[in-house]
């Protein structure tokens, strides 16, 4: 089993920027792709960022391309979220997930979640 632990949600103006953490333990074969999923209130949990460690992949969601990056320490098996230019519509509980093969935008493709961390962006 892995298990997720994510860090640095929080409250930000419009404009702001904010980083993300998810550390993954356990074996590492099983998260060689970590990601992150947002899901506001009301709607359904959306794709933001994957990265795989295999072959350097990423995925971005349409919505969050260019503004946000996502790199990974492989040494820690830390993934980052660094989210830039962040909109009211940002507002979400971001999750973590890991899966042990390549990069997928669909959840349900992913074995293992965080609890997720809040973030909330004000206009």
């Known amino acids: 089993q892995v298990q997720l632990v994510e860090s640095g949600g929080g409250f930000v103006q419009a404009g702001d920027s904010l980083r993300l953490a998810c550390t993954a333990s356990g074996p590492r074969d099983l998260s060689n792709t970590m990601g992150w999923f947002r899901q506001a209130a009301g709607k359904e949990r959306e794709f933001v960022a994957a990265?795989?460690?295999?072959?350097?992949?990423?995925y971005y969601g349409d919505s969050v391309k260019g503004r946000f990056a996502i790199s990974r320490d492989n040494r820690k098996n830390t993934v980052f979220l660094q989210m830039n230019s962040l909109k009211p519509d940002g507002t979400a509980m971001y999750y973590c997930a890991a899966r042990e093969y390549g990069v997928t935008t669909r959840d349900d493709e992913y074995e293992f979640w965080g609890r997720g961390t809040q973030v909330t962006v004000s206009s």
């Open positions: 990265k795989s460690q295999l072959c350097g992949t990423i």
